[in-house]
């Protein structure tokens, strides 16, 4: 069983920026693709950032340019950089961990970003 555990949400002006983190426990981590979502209030969860363990990413248009996602291995850790905040991008932002082809999957429990205009 993996657990997944966000980190560096919180709230920031327009323009701005944060860090967040996904630590993971468990040996997968390495073998794992791993994403970032978000769902806004009265929203439905949506794709932010995806990165396969192979290191090739995809982005939702939305963030393109503005926002990366990378993992460190040796860490268990997958990181979600987002810089250029936009009010829009207030939402609870999830960590999602794939494995052994989509037969395992778990979430973290969430981090707030807040992004006042």
């Not at 396969?52 to 939702?60: D, I, K, M, P, W």
């Not at 040796?74 to 989509?102: H, I, W």
């Amino acid at each position: 069983q993996v657990q997944l555990v966000e980190s560096g949400g919180g709230l920031v002006q327009a323009g701005g920026s944060l860090r967040l983190s996904c630590a993971a426990s468990g040996s997968i981590f390495s073998l794992s693709n791993l994403g970032w979502y978000r769902q806004a209030p009265g929203a439905q969860r949506e794709l932010v950032a995806r990165i396969t363990s192979g290191g090739s990413t995809n982005y939702a248009d939305s963030v393109k340019g503005r926002f990366t996602i990378s993992r460190d291995n040796a860490k268990n850790t997958v990181y979600l950089q987002m810089n250029s905040l936009k009010p829009e991008d207030t939402a609870v932002y999830y960590c999602r961990l794939d494995a052994y082809f989509g037969r395992y999957t778990t979430w973290g429990q969430g981090t707030q970003v807040t992004v006042s205009s």
